[in-house]
């Protein structure tokens, strides 16, 4: 039975109502939520930066169910205040010092709103001729800061596309290299095809080969040593490959990172291309964190080689001021992508498409849909320009290393690995704890790490996150959320030198 039949089309609301999108309303409406944001960041110190919350907090304070009538923004503002900001971890504060920062930036805001404002679907290009071209000029733009090699341009034959995570890049780049092979062996391969990383990579690798359908049995993560700094060593890779090969395995696929996520480690690019080249393998670079330092040339050795490699990705949205999401994807050769992701539907055709004049995206992506993401790296890129980015990411390092010597001069403390960039891996020594434990045990260690990196967290000063490698618990600083300054650094010295005062006359 239909609604109109039963005479319930249009119900009779208690107000008028407004159309959604009335240009006024939208005027004042949006001003109001661009002064709460602004008041938000000049207050966002007095947070506590990790959520104090207890799970399932905001069902005890929000309604059981929608409301029938229309309630007024400012009544939904306070409630923002009063409900949700409690239950917010707060990444941009300038005490955040956790996984890797989301750095934002007032153009990385205001180009994500003129985006969401326009709210177009650039699918293809007729589908908005200027989301599909802005995206290839910055990408070009952004490849050429990056001095990558002019095969991964546009200009040269490659290109770039801006997806939403890296997680997505590494599907679309491992769908992309085992349809290539699987096109020259058959379909039945599949079970064949064998995925290496070392036990640093991200698990995005491991997940996409599971999506991708790799037998889960061929995914190998290559130990990593403290010796070599945990990168993946290429002889070790090069003898995975050769076991795998006299059981009649196919090699397909190699993710290497640059700044991998437990501690910057670096793989070494070029040597390891020159690996996979000898078995004709794809080769992926996730520089997801890190990448953006590359834009500095005192940090672009660290790709050396990356000619040899098939793919680059780097999360814009980690470490370069564009707000989430924003992963940009270079590749070698485009048509790899596209012949494995695209789609053909008549509803879709068109005489731009058909001219093969133009790029459609949504041939180098998992979904049809698409944000015009390029709008913000584009105002990111403008704002500052390439001056001001490669000085805000030196002063980021520079505060690493300032967190560093703070951490050295304290004899109780080691920085557990070598830093890279703007992140600093330290603990407490055995020594210390020794001392006053009368026990050196490596677990005992690791647990009381683990409880002072807890009470840090808790003082709700500062937010810090950890990793385990080689057996050791280590306390992640990573620098680099926009507002950071070095007050905010020294403070969070001083927090954890407290909480290790206060643990050490404990025990
Ligand atoms: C953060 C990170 C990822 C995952 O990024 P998403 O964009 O969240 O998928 C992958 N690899 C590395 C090295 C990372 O640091």
Known sequence: MGSLESGHGIENGSTHM???????????????????????YKNVEKYPVR?????????TRLPDSAPLDPEPIETIIQDVENHILPGITHWQSPNYFAHFPSSGSIAGFLGEMVSTGLNVVGFNWVSSPAATELESIVMDWFGKMLQLPESFLFSGGGGGVLQGTTCEAILCTLIAARDQ?????????????????????????QKAARIAGINPENFRAVPTTKSNEYGLAPAALESAILSDLTVGLIPLFVCATVGTTSSTAVDPVGPLCNVAKRYSMWVHIDAAYAGSALICPEFQHFIDGIEGANSFSLNAHKW??????????????????????ST???????KATESNRVVDYKDWQIQLSRRFRAMK?????????????RNLIRSHVDMAKHFEGLVRMDKRFEVVVPRNFAMVCYRVLPSAIGDSLKCCDEKLVNEFNRKLLASVNETGRVYMTHDVIGGVYMIRFAAGATLTDYRHVNLAWSVVQDCTNVMLIKS
């Open 18 to 40: 407004l159309n959604p999108l009335d240009p006024e309303e939208f005027r004042r409406q949006g001003h109001m939520i661009i002064d709460f944001l602004a008041d938000y």
């Open 51 to 59: 959520s104090q919350v207890e799970p399932g907090y905001l069902s």
């Open 181 to 205: 092979v699987l096109n020259q062996v058959g379909r039945g391969s599949i079970v064949k095809l064998v995925i290496y990383g070392s036990d640093q990579t991200h698990f995005a690798l």
């Open 320 to 341: 370069f001021f564009t707000n989430l999401d924003c992963c940009c994807l270079w590749v070698k050769d485009p048509n790899a992508l596209i012949k494995a992701l």
């Open 344 to 350: 053909n539907p008549e509803c879709l055709r068109n």
């Open 377 to 389: 790296l584009w105002l990111v890129l403008r704002s500052y320009g390439i001056v001001n980015l």
